[in-house]
């Protein structure tokens, strides 16, 4: 088998439109989380979300492309670009030809559904633009990915709701630890705030209406998010024999189904995810430093998710530390689990870890240490990321320094 | 059907039971419904009668709207519909 690593990041999200600018949001606790901007959204209960700001297409893309790029493909090019320039990995001949891109996504080009539903129905027209199909695909992101950069290995996209991500990185890591592939671009994107796409989120009644507040007491609900987040994935010995910079490894992952409940999560799905990940890692659970948590903000999952971590890690569970940046981006649905990777980076690679913002009580039934509200230094030589989805589907990534 | 009745008939439903067997004092719990069971009723009954219910899942014991038994939802709801017009 072999040992793989991350040896490129990129995101945008609604912290910020590079991975520098993200992290100094995370360290400075910073919410990313405003009043929604978008047409209609007065006719809606839920009025804030995680929106990326600033983010002009136009200039980046040129018309041919906007043509064919929903909002979800554009955050998962702009942050792929990120990722790929920073690894140094130019693809071609047998590199290229192995090398592939696995993204999640849980809807897809949501937008461009919204907006020629629209079109047909509330405006009565009877044409939609010859690329609606292209544009909303689930795969336009990865297909789009794969073309730019030219990987022509195994590519697809992964749709397990919240765990989308988690489970595309898994899949990934599998094929560069096999030694199917060399490298392997990987992560997800979402794009869903439009009114459609909260609209839906809404009538499950789950959302809040003023904060995303992970673990505290007081908690009443989930905020949605939207952006990207890409790594590159690469073959240990492969890296190094480039001189490149190897921002962590990452050691093992499990997947786990509940096979209980549509919704509702599961202690017990949650709790052999992150045991599996460990096993396959060939980690103690006393290695654990930090976990990036589901941490949804909902009643249900923060104590799920507690009672999970307590029972893998025993006494242990006292003495890491669990945060959820949801509190700070939102919850990116299919691309959650990318960008939250990267809290996991910036704790082992420069000992920082990100906290959990907006607690203001402390729950009974989390009683963690959640890094409530400030950023804390600490060295950390293991983190896993949990991502626990609708349909009881669970995927955790676990993460080592180097 | 008063409104009594058209919010007994909606939880009957949901509950898979016939309207009789839904009493004024019978508890969600009592009648087989879960969560995701009581959301769905919320929103036949807001279908029904084009009312918004203030309902959070999250925190249903914070929600102004009481879902103690069966007479105290109707009670909420008849105040609902009392407040629209």
Redesign the interface.
């Known amino acids: 088998m072999k040992r793989v690593v991350i040896t490129g990041a990129g995101t945008i999200n609604s912290l910020g439109h590079s991975v520098p600018d993200t992290l100094e949001a995370m360290r400075e606790g910073r919410c990313g989380i405003t009043e929604l901007e978008f047409r209609d959204v007065e006719r809606l209960?839920i009025k804030i979300g995680g929106q990326v700001r600033g983010f002009e297409a136009e200039g980046r893309f040129n018309r041919q492309q906007m043509s064919l790029y929903d909002r979800f493909t554009q955050f998962t090019l702009t942050a792929a670009k990120e990722a790929i320039e920073q690894s140094g990995l130019v693809f071609h001949g047998d590199l290229a030809a192995r090398s592939g891109v696995v993204l999640g996504t849980a809807g897809g080009g949501v937008s461009t559904w919204d907006d020629n539903y629209r079109s047909v129905y509330e405006d009565g027209k009877n044409r939609v633009h010859p690329f609606v199909v292209p544009k909303l695909m689930n795969n336009a992101a990865a297909s789009h990915v794969s073309m730019e950069y030219n990987l022509k290995g195994p590519s697809f996209t992964v749709s397990t709701a919240c765990a989308s991500s988690n489970h595309a990185m898994a899949l990934a890591f599998q094929m560069v630890r096999s030694g199917a592939a060399p490298a392997m671009l990987t992560g997800g994107s979402e794009s869903m705030l439009c009114f459609g796409g909260v609209k839906a989120w809404e009538?499950?009644?789950?959302?809040?209406k003023d904060a995303c507040r992970p673990f505290s007491a007081n908690?009443?609900?989930m905020v949605q998010g939207e952006g990207a987040g890409v790594f590159v994935f690469e073959e240990y010995e492969h890296a190094r024999a480039r001189g490149a910079d190897i921002l962590c490894e990452v050691a093992g992952f499990a997947m786990s189904s509940d096979a209980a409940d549509?919704?509702?999560p599961s202690k017990q799905g949650a709790s052999r995810a992150m045991a599996g990940a460990l096993a396959d890692a060939r980690l103690d659970a006393n290695q654990v430093g930090y976990i990036n948590a589901h941490g949804t903000g909902?009643?249900?999952n923060d104590k799920t998710e507690c009672a999970a971590v307590a029972d893998v890690f025993g006494q242990h569970a006292d003495d890491l530390m669990i945060s959820s940046t949801k509190s700070m981006h939102g919850h990116l649905i299919g691309g959650t689990g990318a960008v939250e990777l990267l809290a996991c980076i910036m704790a082992l690679r420069e000992g920082v870890i990100a906290p959990t913002i907006g607690y203001e009580e402390p729950d009974p039934e989390c009683a963690l240490d959640v890094v409530p509200n400030d950023a804390r230094e600490a060295k950390v030589d293991v983190a896993i990321s949990n991502a626990f989805a609708f349909g009881g589907l669970n995927a955790v990534l676990a993460l080592k320094r180097i | 059907m008063s409104i009594s009745d058209r919010v007994i008939a909606i939880i009957a439903e949901q509950a898979v039971l016939e309207p009789s067997d839904v009493t004024p004092d019978s508890t969600l719990e009592d009648l087989g419904i879960d969560s995701l069971g009581l959301v769905e009723s919320i929103f036949a009954i807001e279908e029904e009668f084009d009312i918004s219910i203030p309902f959070n899942a999250n925190e249903p014991s914070a929600s102004d709207f009481d879902i103690t038994n069966v007479a105290a939802i109707i009670a909420g709801i008849e105040k609902l519909v009392a407040e629209k017009v």
């Open positions: 209960a009538g499950l009644r789950v959302m809040s908690r009443n609900g549509i919704v509702m909902t009643a249900a």
